[in-house]
């Protein structure tokens, strides 16, 4: 192989490397904010650093009895679990270092100003709260 192949084969490489870089790193970077947006980071830039939290006073949430912080649900109303929030519920989808995350019932909504689909606070609580696998209910 002369030297010329042996270049042209290197610069080739450069380049499939720099395409791919180039392709993934918007990919990397909306992850990363997303995942930062998650945690209630302000460090964020984008288009918005606004959490879409689901209003308490939402129709769907109020006939559930959904309250950002569980501390606070009407215990005479609802039989909420000891040590029952959303973090450790079947339909919560956020991870664990998540202030707020994604619930089944509620995320395919959007909050209308920020155009973004709600997320439920991981100390919330809601009636349809139901025990994730490994957690006692
Ligand atoms: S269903 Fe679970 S995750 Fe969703 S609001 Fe109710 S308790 Fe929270």
Redesign the pocket.
Known sequence: MSNNTLINDHRRRLLKTGLVSLTLAPAANLLFNRRAEARGSRAVTGVSTEIPK?PETDRQ?IA?G?KED?ATVDTSKFHKAEG????N????SGSEEDAW?P????SYRMDQKLNRNYV??AK???????PRAGTKS
């Open positions: 689901l949430a559930l959904y569980g029952a929030s959303c973090s519920c079947q339909l919560y995350g619930c089944a019932i509620f439920v606070s919330g609580w809601c009636r349809s709260w139901g």
